[in-house]
Structures are given as structure tokens and as C-alpha cells.
């Protein structure tokens, strides 16, 4: 197997680790009846991360290194579309997802009580639909990365 090959592989396993978990995420959390449940949903959703932050880290690592070895990919339309999109979608994390997801933390550690407050909704709300936009735009990497319709 060549290098690129090689790439290739940890390329798509890759994308099932960082990706694959990044879709179940929202969900995760949206089931919660109970407090505990909620923060047991956060929990997981923590842990699930973990595996979106490696993955996503290797799909870009090894994006980029199957760009420089075969170079035509940075004229390829479908290439740096998918690129800039996935950096699009990198900024969201510290720029939009995290502070949408901070009020929702601090409520989950400071509310005693198993009824889940009122305030979380429009909190979790706010927070899920950038998740899905975030999931679209993953969504459209794969239709490019595998049609490569540009």
C-alpha cells in the first residue's frame, strides 16, 4: 500500500470516528427527561467529543497531506470547498458552540432537583440548531468528498 493509500485509510476511518459521533450528539441530549438524565446526556456528549476533536484532527492532518502529496487537489474545486467548509466548521466550535454551550454547563452544575428548569430550552435549542448546521456542512463534505462533482 503507498503512502497515499495509507492516507487515504486513516483518512475515511477518520471521518467514521470524528464525524459519526458528531451526529448522535444533539440527539443524545434532546431525549433527557430528568435532570440526571440531562447531565448523564452531557456527560456522554463530553466523552463523545473527545472522539470528534481526534477524528476531526486527523481528517485534517491527513486532508491536507494527501493535498501536498498530489497538488492538482488545491485546484480541484471540490477540494477546497470541502476544506474551507470543514475550517468553517472548525471556527464554529470556539466562536459559536462554546459559549451557547457554557449557560447550559453552569445551569447543569449548579440546578439541584430532577426537573429539568425552563430556562435550558431556549438555551438547548439555540445550541442544537448550530449543531445541525454544523452536521449539514459535515454532510455536504461527504457528498463532495465522494461525488467530487467540481
Known sequence: MTLYGI????????AILG????FVMTYIAMKAT?????????????????FVMIGGTLLLITGLAMGFINRYLFSAGWYVT???LFLVALAFGPFVLSPR??????LLHEHNGEQIPQQYFPLSQRLFFYEHIINIIF???IVLMVMKPF
Do not use: F, N
Not at 34 to 50: G, P, Q, S, W
Open 82 to 84: 470541502s476544506l474551507l
Open 139 to 141: 454532510l455536504i463534505i
Open 19 to 22: 464525524m459519526g459521533p458528531g
Open 101 to 106: 454551550s457554557r449557560p447550559i454547563k453552569q
Open 7 to 14: 492516507l487515504v485509510l486513516v483518512h475515511v476511518l477518520s
Open 34 to 50: 430528568t435532570m440526571t438524565e440531562l447531565k448523564h446526556a452531557y456527560y456522554l456528549r463530553h466523552r463523545l467529543h473527545i
